[in-house]
């Protein structure tokens, strides 16, 4: 299967940016899609950069499924506070290009 192909040949997996929906579905292990079911085949290193609307994600289920991540040796690349795609200000805006790579780098390379 494609998927499984997909997943073999990665060296790194990188959602950028990963919404709170793909946060839970690969903390509970869910493949509802062609990225979940990347994440679940890879041995690769798994990287997220979450950005979502702040009330998302600090909401405990939010917070649970990052933690259950890092438990799994996930790299999460937090987001920054600043003006968010819905309008609203505050935590959840994605974190800007130059640190993603700065910290994939430092964790990866």
Known sequence: P???????????????????????????????DLLGAIYLATKA??????AMNG???????????????????????EPVVGELACGYEGIGKLASLETIVNQMVA???
């Open 45 to 50: 290193p798994v990287c997220i950069a979450p």
């Open 55 to 77: 009330k998302m994600y600090e909401h405990e289920a939010v917070q649970k499924n990052l933690e259950v991540l890092k438990g799994r040796g996930v790299e999460i690349i």
């Open 107 to 109: 964790r990866f390379i």
């Open 2 to 32: 494609g998927h499984i192909e997909l997943a073999d040949k990665i060296d790194i997996f990188l959602v950028v940016p990963a919404t709170a929906h793909q946060v839970g579905n690969y903390a509970n292990g869910l493949a509802p």
